[in-house]
């Protein structure tokens, strides 16, 4: 189903109405396997900021991925409150990412100025989202509040993993392309959700997306255990 989505799957576990358990599988999985990625890197014993903010991001996007998880299955019951801490942890994930690369810039006026932007980046995009949660449509506050989270991702991740990747694989080490595959199968995500591109009921957008989140994440998570020994 191309342009709509179907009807949410309704199942019933001790006595609960839940909703999404494919949601909740692979965002459980997503969680699981980002937050090992991250404590995988933390065994990697040089003290850098490149590795930190990269540990933080993957165990940051981990936690609000199992969160979000949650969120979906226990909709009947939770609301849009059971949504808000996965997307909260949503734009520090991408902080924690944008700053893992623009900590590896070789022009430290350059890294200076990068990294300022991408705080305030971060701050406006919260204003964003409670502005557009509070001031939503009731019948939208469980969708619209996502929309100005999903366009920081997008430019972020393109800006630093995409942009600045491959600037570097020229200039540092060509691992770095490593961060631009993974942002290259990334990308399709956002079309699967803009035009709501639906395999199956038990397979839908929020399922395909996860599944190639987990792919180009693990290409983020290659390319920052190859590059760490280069900086």
Request: proline residues 4%; charged residues 15%.
């Amino acid at each position: 189903m191309i342009g709509a989505d179907f009807e949410k799957i309704h199942f019933v576990l001790f006595g609960l109405d839940l909703v999404e358990p494919m949601a909740f599988i692979t965002d459980t999985i997503l969680g699981v396997l980002t937050v090992s990625w991250g404590l995988y890197l933390n065994r990697i014993k040089i003290d850098i900021p490149f590795r930190s903010y990269w540990i933080w991001f993957f165990i940051v996007f981990g936690v609000g991925a199992f969160i979000g998880g949650l969120g979906h299955t226990f909709f009947m019951h939770w609301g849009v409150p059971g949504k808000i801490p996965s997307w909260l942890l949503g734009p520090l994930s991408i902080f924690l990412l944008e700053q893992g690369m623009i900590s590896a810039h070789p022009d430290i006026r350059k890294l200076t100025l990068y990294k300022l932007l991408s705080f305030w980046k971060m701050i406006l995009v919260y204003i964003a989202f409670g502005i557009v949660l509070y001031m939503a449509p009731e019948a939208k506050k469980s969708t619209l509040p996502f929309l100005p989270i999903a366009i920081n991702t997008i430019v972020g991740v393109i800006l630093t993993a995409g942009l600045l990747g491959n600037y570097y694989s020229k200039k540092i080490a060509i691992e770095f392309k490593y961060f631009v595959f993974g942002v290259l199968i990334l990308l399709p995500t956002a079309f699967i959700f803009l035009f709501k591109i639906n395999l199956h009921q038990w397979f839908d957008k929020n399922d395909l997306s996860h599944i190639l989140m987990m792919i180009g994440i693990y290409y983020f998570y290659l390319g920052t255990k190859k590059t760490i020994k280069k900086l």
